[in-house]
């Protein structure tokens, strides 16, 4: 619905991976980069005003970008379970604690539910764990019984970007034209809403909300030196 939304705005949307493209200390734009292509260099530059790196657990690495912009952003591993034939078992999403273990239930309009999810700090692993299975089923079941009759569809793995005190990093960067929207955890589309309408005052040249102000990528920034060496 979002990816509709946009393209009826008139958004262009490019699948490509991209690294920043920077011109005399400035961002000027993105350019496709592919991994082994030689020719990556010459690919086109898409330009722009600014540029808002979002690029989730990835945004610390980001081709071209300088290390005054290279914020402390993590991988969090977190699993999660898809259960069929759950129609009618929950009409809401349920979230509980067992023995000092959280858990949530989701039920889809498919049919389906989703049980998650692990908080790991193992790096960039996508690996899809029997104990993080037995975990996550063992907790719901003890929520809700009957989830044990359900069938196991799925198991995923996936990374969350996390900061080092775990709290998002949106505004603008040492580097002029970049802006950073990242570091949103498990929580990134709860706060989508809040962090667009961030970037649309940002953008835009209008008051910022005090709720925002805690989490300035500031509070990591580098010394001016730095910046300056960053930067060449």
């Given at each position: 619905a979002l990816l509709a939304a946009v393209e009826r705005a008139g958004v262009q949307i490019h699948r490509q991976r991209v690294g920043?493209?920077?011109?005399?200390?400035?961002?000027?734009?993105?350019?496709?980069?592919?991994?082994?292509?030689?020719?990556?260099?010459?690919?086109?530059?898409?330009?722009?005003?600014?540029?808002?790196?979002?690029?989730?657990?990835?945004?610390?690495?980001?081709?071209?970008?300088?290390?005054?912009?290279?914020?402390?952003?993590?991988?969090?591993?977190?699993?999660?379970?898809?259960?069929?034939?759950?129609?009618?078992?929950?009409?809401?999403?349920?979230?509980?604690?067992?023995?000092?273990?959280?858990?949530?239930?989701?039920?889809?309009?498919?049919?389906?539910?989703?049980?998650?999810?692990?908080?790991?700090?193992?790096?960039?692993?996508?690996?899809?764990?029997?104990?993080?299975v037995h975990h996550l089923l063992r907790t719901a079941i003890e929520v809700v019984p009957e989830v044990a009759e359900l069938e196991l569809v799925e198991a995923l793995a996936r990374c969350r970007p996390g900061a080092p005190d775990n709290g998002q990093l949106i505004g603008y960067t040492p580097l002029p034209g970049l802006i950073v929207a990242t570091g949103h955890g498990r929580g990134g589309v709860l706060l989508a809403p809040t962090t667009s309408d961030a970037l649309h005052r940002l953008v835009s040249d209008l008051p910022m909300s005090g709720v925002i102000e805690p989490f300035a990528p500031q509070r990591f920034s580098l010394s001016a030196h730095d910046i300056t060496e960053g930067i060449a």
């Open positions: 920043l493209v920077i011109v005399d200390g400035r961002a000027v734009g993105v350019r496709r980069v592919d991994v082994g292509d030689l020719n990556s260099a010459m690919a086109p530059v898409h330009e722009a005003d600014l540029v808002v790196l979002a690029a989730g657990d990835g945004s610390a690495h980001v081709p071209g970008l300088p290390d005054c912009a290279r914020y402390p952003v993590r991988p969090v591993k977190g699993q999660i379970l898809r259960l069929g034939g759950a129609t009618g078992l929950l009409e809401r999403t349920v979230r509980a604690t067992v023995h000092g273990e959280k858990v949530y239930l989701v039920p889809r309009g498919n049919g389906e539910l989703v049980v998650g999810a692990t908080m790991e700090e193992v790096g960039a692993d996508l690996t899809v764990t029997a104990g993080a």
